[in-house]
């Protein structure tokens, strides 16, 4: 009688499948961040650039028709065109090679967070009125050191970021099954 009882509880424990665990583990890789210093660096060499061919190429016009460079008012034609050679190196840069030749040195690109490519309207957001803010109220770059993903106020705007280009980070996402169903939760750990 011991002999069927031992039988009848291994047919039965056969007979069930094993337990799944609850969540799946799943290894990835994505692009590490750029952080605070690099970006700065970056950023110095994109100034000295933008202030070569602002005294190569606008100081001389200017000198040659005449026209004063000395004026301190934002709105001084000399100021003008100086901030829309500013502004149009970043975003012509990063439109044509998503990256502006500082950040080429040091190897950084500008991805989008939810599309391929940058649209224009997102580079505008985010080289114009993202980095207008940015350089107007200075300590607002500096959250670009605290964020998750390395954001500055200019890429919360555009929904960006600065990536290294061949610098990858591993990360571990638990998926959690759902009873009756086919669907996963996604988390990160």
Do not use: C
């Not at 690099?38 to 028709?65: E, G, N, T």
């Not at 649209?119 to 980095?131: A, D, K, P």
């Not at 500096?142 to 998750?148: D, E, L």
Request: a positive charge.
């Amino acid at each position: 009688m011991t002999d069927h009882v031992t039988n009848e509880s291994a047919e039965r424990a056969a007979a069930t499948p094993p337990a799944r665990p609850e969540n799946d583990q799943i290894l990835f890789y994505e692009r590490k961040p750029a952080g605070f210093w690099m970006r700065f660096w970056a950023y110095l060499i994109d100034l000295l650039a933008i202030s070569a061919v602002s005294s190569i190429l606008i100081r001389p016009l200017f000198a040659l028709f005449g026209w004063e460079t000395a004026e301190t008012v934002w709105y001084a034609p000399y100021a003008i065109v100086t901030a829309i050679v500013f502004y149009g190196y970043f975003v012509l840069m990063t439109k044509f090679f998503a990256q502006t030749l500082g950040k080429m040195v040091f190897g950084l690109r500008v991805v989008s967070l939810k599309t391929e490519r940058l649209s224009w309207s997102t580079l505008l957001f985010r080289e114009w009125i993202g980095r207008f803010i940015s350089v107007t109220i200075l300590p607002l770059y500096w959250i670009v050191g605290f964020t998750a993903l390395k954001q500055g106020v200019h890429d919360f705007i555009a929904d960006t970021t600065v990536v290294h280009e061949d610098a990858y980070r591993k990360q571990q996402m638990a998926r959690k099954r759902l009873e009756g169903s086919r669907l996963q939760e996604s988390e990160s750990i």
